[in-house]
Nanobody
Framework: QVQLVESGGGLVQPGGSLRLSCAAS????????MGWYRQAPGKQRELVAG???????NYADSVKGRFTISRDNAKNTLSLQMTSLKPEDTAVYYC?????????????WGQGTQVTVSS
């Protein structure tokens, strides 16, 4: 099993910054893609950003230029630096990790961390 624990959420004013972290532990062998999703009240969970084990990144259009995803493979951590935050960024942010196990793709999720952007 893979355990993912997010941290770093909180309340921030519009225009402010936050840094989210996700620590992976357990049987993490073979994890390739990691990333962040978010879910606002009444909305579907949506992709925010992803990063492969080789460092290739992708972002939702809504966060390009404002958010930066990074990972430290040696420390098994994933980060999301968020700047120029907007009220519409308010959501629960979830970390995920993907791998193939026994020929089947597996996706693991953290418990989520709340980000609230409000004045």
């Amino acid at each position: 099993q893979v355990q993912l624990v997010e941290s770093g959420g909180g309340l921030v004013q519009p225009g402010g910054s936050l840094r989210l972290s996700c620590a992976a532990s357990g049987n993490i062998f073979g994890i390739y893609t990691m990333g962040w999703y978010r879910q606002a009240p009444g909305k579907q969970r949506e992709l925010v950003a992803g990063i492969t084990s080789g460092g290739t990144t992708n972002y939702a259009d809504s966060v390009k230029g404002r958010f930066t995803i990074s990972r430290d493979n040696a420390k098994n951590t994933l980060s999301l630096q968020m700047t120029s935050l907007k009220p519409e960024d308010t959501a629960v942010y979830y970390c995920h990790a993907d791998r193939v196990l026994g020929g089947s793709p597996q996706r693991y999720w953290g418990q989520g961390t709340q980000v609230t952007v409000s004045s």
